[in-house]
């Protein structure tokens, strides 16, 4: 199983940083990742992650990913890869 991970906020340091030690520690793999800062302010990243060798469940991930949502002020949304396509497909 895949999933899109997307972060929204105002930039700061370590925000890849915090996002992805989590996804480490769940033994999630980053397939790709894009990120930007709009007006070197607004903060926009996206991943896909591999979540076949994941160690915990989907929504133990979900719920860390809230933690450091909260720690950290910005929005993270996960989603399973196929929910973000259909709610995508146009």
Avoid: W
């Avoid at 925000?15 to 302010?41: F, G, M, P």
């Avoid at 992650?49 to 933690?67: G, I, W």
Wanted: proline fraction near 1%; charge should be negative; glycine fraction near 4%.
């Amino acid at each position: 199983m895949r999933a899109v991970i997307s972060v929204l906020g105002m930039d700061r340091p370590g925000i890849i940083a915090k996002v992805s030690a989590v996804l480490y520690e769940c033994n999630v793999n980053i397939l790709d990742i894009d990120q930007t800062v709009l007006r070197d302010e607004l903060f926009a990243m996206t991943m896909l992650a591999d979540l076949r060798e994941m160690n915990t469940s989907f929504e133990a991930l979900k719920q860390k990913l809230d933690t450091v949502s909260t720690r950290i002020g910005m929005q993270i949304k996960l989603q399973r890869e196929e929910i973000f396509k259909s709610m995508h497909n146009v």
